[in-house]
């Protein structure tokens, strides 16, 4: 696989606040789990603050709070709430299916990190009908590494002339960092100030990330010698 990969770029997207515009369905959902757990609600600004975290995290956050229940409990409970906003109000930031179809179109290799579960990807992309369009997905399962070492799998695996990690969050700018990737940073999405500094380059919208691959596709280019 390595060698029919080497010379395609190798994108290895984040999922919310990337691809999908997560607060779309998490913030319904996140307001019926507080409502039926008699908790008052933080805010949504709060809740979306941990979009990007991992679920294990997140469930630390509501147990903090005074959300009460098992944490396997939690975890279903929220899962099903999720899954039937998902399928109801999911969204995609603007241009994601077409600027993905034509990435795929341009020899680019498609991949996704996420700190997402299975379930949660696959509805998120069978919403979008995107599934397709990836050649692999890495998602965060019990017992899974962290975001860093699954992009460095991808690498690994690939092992492409190029590797772009495309995220909005700081898991994503040290996976990047960690495994020699160049780094877009999805300045529309649910970032602190300060977070994506480090970026080789910001993108205000989805649609502004071919021209980017490109510059980044025209730098890794090997350089002819004059004879």
């Not at 770029?9 to 319904?28: A, K, M, Q």
């Not at 709070?65 to 944490?71: A, E, I, K």
């Not at 009908?129 to 991808?154: A, D, N």
Request: glycine share 10%; with cysteine.
């Amino acid at each position: 696989m390595a060698a029919n990969h080497a010379d395609a770029p190798l994108l290895i997207f984040d999922l919310d606040g990337t691809l999908y515009r997560t607060e779309s369905s998490f913030v319904r959902t996140m307001r019926q789990i507080y409502a039926d757990h008699g908790i008052a609600h933080p805010g949504d600004a709060a809740v979306l603050a941990m979009v990007g975290e991992t679920f294990d995290t997140f469930l630390d956050w509501l147990v903090a709070q005074g959300v009460r229940g098992s944490r396997a409990a939690l975890q279903e409970e929220i899962g099903r709430v999720e899954l039937d906003a998902i399928r109801r109000y999911g969204e995609f930031y603007d241009g994601v299916p077409e600027t993905l179809g034509e990435l795929t179109r341009l020899g680019c290799v498609l991949t996704l990190c996420t700190n997402g579960d299975r379930r949660y990807v696959d509805a998120v992309l069978a919403r979008g009908g995107i599934l397709g369009l990836f050649s692999e997905l890495s998602t965060l399962e019990p017992g899974g590494g962290s975001k860093s070492e699954r992009v460095g799998c991808l690498v690994e695996e690939f092992r492409p002339r190029l590797s772009v990690v495309v995220g909005d969050r700081y898991h994503d700018v040290a996976a990047a960092a960690e495994n020699g990737c160049r780094m877009v940073g999805a300045a529309y999405g649910y970032a602190r100030d300060g977070e994506l500094a480090s970026a080789d380059a910001l993108i205000a919208s989805f649609p502004e990330l071919l021209a980017v691959v490109a510059r980044f596709r025209d730098e890794a280019a090997p350089q002819s010698s004059a004879n």
